[in-house]
Antibody
Framework: QVQLVQSGAEVKKPGASVKVSCKASGYTFTDYYIHWVRQAPGQGLEWMGWVNPNSGDTNSAQSFQGRVTLTRDTSISTAYMELNRMTSDDTAIYYCARVPGGFNYYLDYWGQGTLVIVSS | QSALTQPASVSGSPGQSITISCTGTSSDVGSYNLVSWYQQHPGKAPKLIIYAGNKRPSGVSNHFSGSKSGNTASLTISGLQAEDEADYYC??????????FGGGTKVTVL
């Protein structure tokens, strides 16, 4: 069965970086884009960007450009999201999610989420 | 790239129908029939309930339905049930190969 398993919770100081992993199983990793979405406490979902695991191509929301790096390691079917220069506003649950193959534009499987707390 | 506009809350009694609107622009909802809807219960990851505007994934109840008119997409929940109480988010494909979510709507079953 399809699974996206994310790394554990992190606590970081302001100005630091975090790297969250998302390990895929149950399907061919390189056939499906991975997106990253975050949710601040008590707030809504915010789209961050995507990575094409096959080519390594990425795109991100303008609000994160220059601060987020999306990568993947096809040898271990894992996608990564690294966020730099964090502030308390980056405290959130970070989710990875999969887009089905073909010309599809929805997120059919989600990881369990990774809580990132930014605090001095 | 602004978030899509959703009402903060909608409520209804069991058995009633409710509709949640999701208003975007000609850069997202208005130009692409690629709106998806997600249901999120407290402490859980979002779950896909509608994609491509009005299609339901396998296993999702047919009392969820979607539609679109102009720059506004809508989710209708017919025959409201207690387990429908959750947060609902719309999401649209947008220009420059980006995506955008709505602010979310809290559905309360009275």
């Amino acid at each position: 069965q399809v699974q996206l398993v994310q790394s554990g919770a992190e606590v970081k100081k302001p100005g630091a970086s975090v790297k969250v992993s998302c390990k895929a199983s149950g399907y061919t990793f390189t056939d499906y884009y991975i997106h990253w979405v975050r949710q601040a406490p008590g707030q809504g979902l915010e789209w961050m960007g995507w990575v094409n695991p096959n080519s390594g191509d990425t795109n991100s929301a303008q609000s994160f450009q220059g601060r987020v790096t999306l990568t993947r390691d096809t040898s271990i079917s894992t996608a990564y999201m690294e966020l730099n220069r964090m502030t308390s506003d980056d405290t959130a649950i970070y989710y990875c999610a999969r887009v089905p193959g073909g010309f599809n534009y929805y997120l059919d499987y989600w990881g369990q989420g990774t809580l990132v707390i930014v605090s001095s | 790239q602004s978030a899509l506009t959703q009402p903060a809350s909608v409520s209804g009694s069991p058995g009633q129908s409710i509709t949640i609107s999701c208003t975007g622009t000609s850069s997202d909802v208005g130009s692409y029939n690629l709106v998806s809807w997600y249901q999120q219960h407290p402490g859980k990851a979002p779950k896909l309930i509608i994609y491509a505007g009005n299609k339901r994934p396998s296993g999702v109840s047919n009392h969820f339905s979607g539609s679109k008119s102009g720059n506004t997409a809508s989710l209708t929940i017919s025959g409201l049930q207690a387990e429908d109480e959750a947060d609902y988010y719309c999401c649209s494909f947008a220009d420059r190969n980006t995506w955008v979510f709505g602010g979310g709507t809290k559905v309360t079953v009275l």
